[in-house]
Nanobody, 121 residues
């Protein structure tokens, strides 16, 4: 059974940094696409960043480009989201997701529980 466990959230001042981790287990993820999403109160869930596990290619939402970096550690089966220059509007629950066949389906199959990030002004 696939498990995605996020950690690293917290309270930070505007301009600060946080690094989120997503520990993945239950499968071999070498062919997966791993993503980070976020959901703020009263808003829909939105895409933040994604990485192709096999080659490390990444893409980002325009709102975080240049501030956030997604990466993965093959040995630890962990995906990271380094968030710099945080803004109050980045406040949300950040959720890790895994897609087994993203190129064909465009969908994520597994989701974590999320970790809260709060940025104070």
């Amino acid at each position: 059974q696939v498990q995605l466990v996020e950690s690293g959230g917290g309270l930070v001042q505007a301009g600060g940094s946080l690094r989120l981790s997503c520990a993945a287990s239950g499968r071999t993820f070498s062919s997966y696409v791993m993503g980070w999403f976020r959901q703020a109160p009263g808003k829909e869930r939105e895409f933040v960043a994604a990485i192709t596990w096999s080659d490390g290619s990444a893409r980002y939402a325009d709102s975080v480009k240049g501030r956030f970096t997604i990466s993965r550690d093959n040995a630890k089966n962990t995906v990271y989201l380094q968030m710099n220059s945080l803004k109050p509007e980045d406040t949300a629950v950040y959720i890790c997701a895994a897609a087994a066949n993203y190129l064909q389906t465009g969908e994520y199959d597994y989701w974590g529980q999320g970790t809260q990030v709060t940025v104070s002004s």
